[in-house]
């Protein structure tokens, strides 16, 4: 008995969430390497967040 259901929309649902979750991950990727600063600083941020890591520390003076 098969419980997966293997039509050809489910095939291609799944197609698209990998095809989209690969562009966000290659533009992020992409962002952080070569952006602005800015840019940057905000992509790292983000893939800061995503692997649920803490903010650094700000310095004093700041």
């Known amino acids: 008995m098969n419980i997966i259901n293997?039509?050809?929309?489910g095939r291609f649902a799944a197609a698209a969430?990998?095809?989209?979750?690969a562009a966000v991950a290659?533009?992020?990727l992409?962002?952080?390497?070569?952006g602005s600063d800015r840019h940057s600083t905000r992509?790292?941020?983000v893939l800061r967040w995503l692997s649920g890591r803490p903010e650094p520390?700000?310095?004093r003076g700041s």
């Open 6 to 9: 293997r039509s050809a929309a």
């Open 30 to 34: 992409g962002t952080a390497l070569y």
């Open 43 to 45: 992509a790292f941020r």
């Open 57 to 59: 520390r700000q310095p």
């Open 26 to 28: 290659a533009v992020l």
């Open 17 to 21: 969430v990998i095809a989209v979750g």
